[in-house]
C-alpha cells in the first residue's frame, strides 16, 4: 500500500510512513518531539477496522498528542480509512474478531464491541488513492497551491535558460 499512498501525497510534498504493531515510547515521544513544530501537521491515519487497528490509532493519536502538547506542538491525527462508514458504502468484506488466546474475546474486543473486522487492503486501491487524495486537497487551498507550483515550474526554466546561458 505504500507505493500506492506515496505516489498521491509526493506531488503535495506529503510524506508516508507505515508502521506496525505498537511502536514504542520513545518513536511517540520523538514523533511529539518533532512534528508541528513550525506548522500544524495532521496526520492522517490508515489501518485496518478491527480491536487492534483501533487500538493502535487510540494509542498512537493519545500518545502522540500528548508529547506534542507538551512540547507546544500543533498536531492533531485524524482516521481517514477504515473506518464504518467506508464498510458500509463499499460493502467491504468482513471477519469475525479473533479470539484471544485463551479462545475468548480479548479486553479490546469487549471495550469495543467489534463484531466484524476488515483489512484495510479490503479497500479498492483506487478508492483508497481517491480517498487521500480527497482527504489532502480538502486541506489544500489549491488555488494557491497550483500558484506556487506553477512559479516554481517558471523558476525551474529561468535558471535552466541561465545556466544554459554560463554554459555557451
Known amino acids: ?9 509526493e506531488p503535495y510534498g506529503i510524506s508516508v510512513v507505515s508502521g506496525g504493531g505498537c511502536d514504542s515510547l520513545t518513536v511517540k515521544h520523538r514523533a511529539g518531539l518533532l512534528l ?7 496526520v492522517l491515519h490508515i489501518g485496518h477496522w478491527d480491536d487492534s487497528g483501533e487500538c493502535m490509532y487510540d494509542a498512537l493519536s493519545e500518545d502522540i498528542e500528548a508529547f506534542a502538547d507538551h512540547y507546544h506542538r500543533d498536531l492533531t491525527f485524524s482516521r481517514l480509512a477504515v473506518t464504518p462508514e ?14 484471544g488466546k485463551n479462545g ?15 483489512q484495510a ?11 487521500l487524495e480527497a482527504a489532502i486537497q480538502s486541506r ?22 541561465q545556466l544554459t546561458e554560463m554554459t555557451a
Open 104 to 118: 475468548k474475546e480479548n479486553t479490546r474486543q469487549l471495550r469495543k464491541k467489534m463484531t466484524a473486522t476488515v
Open 36 to 42: 508541528g513544530r513550525r506548522h500544524p501537521v495532521e
Open 1 to 9: 500500500m505504500v507505493p500506492l499512498l506515496e505516489r498521491v501525497a
Open 121 to 131: 487492503e479490503a479497500l479498492d486501491p483506487a478508492t483508497l488513492a481517491q480517498t
Open 86 to 99: 467506508q464498510v458500509a458504502q463499499y460493502n467491504l468484506p468482513t471477519a469475525p474478531p479473533k479470539k
Open 140 to 161: 489544500f487551498d489549491m488555488d494557491v497551491f497550483e500558484q506556487v507550483i506553477a512559479q516554481e515550474a517558471k523558476e525551474r526554466e529561468e535558471l535552466k535558460a
